[in-house]
Nanobody
Framework: QLQFVESGGGLVQPGGSLRLSCAGS????????IIWVRQAPGKEHEGISC?????????NYADSVKGRFTISRDSAKNTVYLQMNSLKPEDTAVYYC????????????????????WGQGTQVTVSS
């Protein structure tokens, strides 16, 4: 299965910003839809944003992050980013990326990757 290396997490105050990076390990991210997923302590994996493969493009977001987070792709760097603004304490979680055939139609329920395994993720903590 495909694997990713996530980075960019950290401790930030409410209202702050972070940019997460998701790099592919030995494969081209352009061929896949890439989903950002997070897991808060004691909760299930929650899909929050997706960018389609380079042919179809397109992005979508869970309601919980819409208007605050932006997903993007840099094909030259084989990396997908998640720009997170106006962070809230409830955004505290370990953030992962995953590969799928396409973007989810909705983000209800727990998300399970279709084409990749979980990486180590990157911890985001929003606290004053």
């Amino acid at each position: 299965q495909l694997q990713f290396v996530e980075s960019g997490g950290g401790l930030v105050q409410p209202g702050g910003s972070l940019r997460l990076s998701c790099a592919g390990s030995g494969f081209n991210l352009d061929f896949h839809a890439i989903i950002w997923v997070r897991q808060a302590p004691g909760k299930e994996h929650e899909g929050i944003s997706c960018i389609g493969n380079s042919n179809y493009g397109g992005t979508n977001y869970a309601d919980s992050v819409k208007g605050r987070f932006t997903i993007s792709r840099d094909s030259a760097k084989n990396t997908v980013y998640l720009q997170m603004n106006s962070l809230k304490p409830e955004d505290t979680a370990v953030y992962y990326c995953a590969a799928d055939w396409g973007c989810p139609l909705d983000y209800s329920g727990s998300y399970t990757p279709k084409l990749s395994s979980w990486g180590q993720g990157t911890q985001v903590t929003v606290s004053s």
